[in-house]
């Protein structure tokens, strides 16, 4: 396993949850991967990054994630590894993640997490991969609890929970 990137078609993935973060979250992202990518000798071609703003990492169902994947799985494969800023950014859901990562090792396609020290080409990938999905399925399930929480607060002090009130 060489942590070399010469010679190698490497796609970036951005993604953040929804649109009360900010979309510079996206560039943060794309250049911390870049900095990673260039530090082991590589380049990240434009055509190469892929972005989803403001969509969750719930469901694969998005547009940017779904090019990459196309591009992952084609006959020809375009790329040969993937870099992230973590896991998290590609999925949030255990189950999509299990399949995300027989879909990578299929396809010969190494993933690196900069953040995370995910490397899907390391020996104990599959144990990493597998508790970082499952930690950041769990979070989405811990925020969603914490959500209703604060909204329930809301509504038994007498606040709306939701939008302005109709009528």
Do not use: W
């Amino acid at each position: 396993m060489s942590d070399g990137l010469e010679e190698k078609r490497v796609a970036v993935y951005a993604r953040y949850s929804c649109d009360r973060q900010r979309e510079a979250s996206i560039e943060d992202q794309i250049r911390r991967c870049k900095h990673f990518v260039e530090a082991r000798g590589g380049v990240v071609n434009p055509s190469l990054v892929f972005t989803d703003y403001a969509l969750s990492g719930a469901t694969t169902d998005r547009p940017g994630f779904e090019s990459l994947a196309r591009l992952v799985q084609a006959k020809q494969r375009g790329v040969d590894v993937v870099v992230v800023e973590d896991l998290s950014r590609l999925t949030r859901d255990f189950a999509d993640a299990g399949q995300l990562f027989k879909q990578l090792k299929y396809a010969g396609v190494r993933m690196l997490g900069v953040g995370d020290g995910i490397d899907t080409d390391g020996r104990s990938a599959k144990l990493m991969f597998g508790v970082k999905a499952l930690i950041s399925d769990m979070y989405r399930d811990d925020l969603a609890d914490k959500t209703r929480r604060g909204l329930e607060g809301r509504v038994l002090a007498g606040f709306s929970a939701g939008g302005l009130a109709y009528g």
